[in-house]
């Protein structure tokens, strides 16, 4: 096997662990999240509009591809990048909107995750880059995944920082009137 697929395998499994330890048990015991109604709404327009980024990157990919002639990604990156975006855009749309994390769930645990792969994908970056992130002048999969998730991530990470912050300072005003 080669080295590349042995890290690529090595990165999967402990992704899956990772999310097996975000899915574990919540607050009250139960595995299950539990939504109510209003966030059930959010994550349904939250899905929607990531499938709509999907869609968009996705024709813009073919329209560079097939129009213009142009590559900039192999397929195994373009696929993860339309991926990324349209999970991005659902996360990004449920957390700004409240629905992101269940109401037996400790936020507190899931940004601790999503620091530690922010840190761990931004090492790999760091590596890919030093050593080069194009291969005849294409982003490749083993070269751009782990640029693509520490950006996907840090904008992630920052939105919920001013999200609670700006909850922090909405409570803060009402204790003070």
Excluded at 24 to 36: A, E, P, T, V
Excluded at 85 to 102: E, L, N, Q, R
Excluded at 114 to 136: D, F, K, M, P
Aim: positive net charge; proline residues 1%; charged residues 15%.
């Amino acid at each position: 096997m080669k080295q590349h697929a042995i890290g690529l395998l090595a990165g999967a499994l402990a992704g899956c662990c990772v999310a097996l330890a975000a899915l574990g048990k919540k607050r009250d015991g139960s595995i299950k999240g539990k939504y109510d109604e209003r966030q059930q709404v959010v994550r349904g327009r939250a899905f929607q509009y990531g499938f709509v980024g999907w869609m968009i990157f996705t024709a813009f990919c073919i329209l560079s591809d097939i129009g213009l002639e142009i590559q900039f990604m192999d397929l195994s990156m373009t696929l993860f990048c339309g991926m990324l975006i349209g999970v991005t855009i659902y996360v990004a749309y449920s957390v700004w909107y409240d629905g992101y994390f269940s109401l037996n769930q400790n936020p507190k645990r899931i940004l601790s995750i999503l620091i530690t792969a922010t840190l761990l994908n931004a090492a790999c970056a760091v590596y890919r880059i030093r050593h080069g992130l194009l291969e005849h002048g294409v982003l490749t999969f083993l070269n751009g995944v782990n640029l693509l998730m520490t950006v996907a991530l840090i904008f992630l990470l920052t939105e919920m920082f001013v999200k609670w912050t700006k909850e922090r300072q909405n409570t803060d005003k009402g204790e003070q009137t």
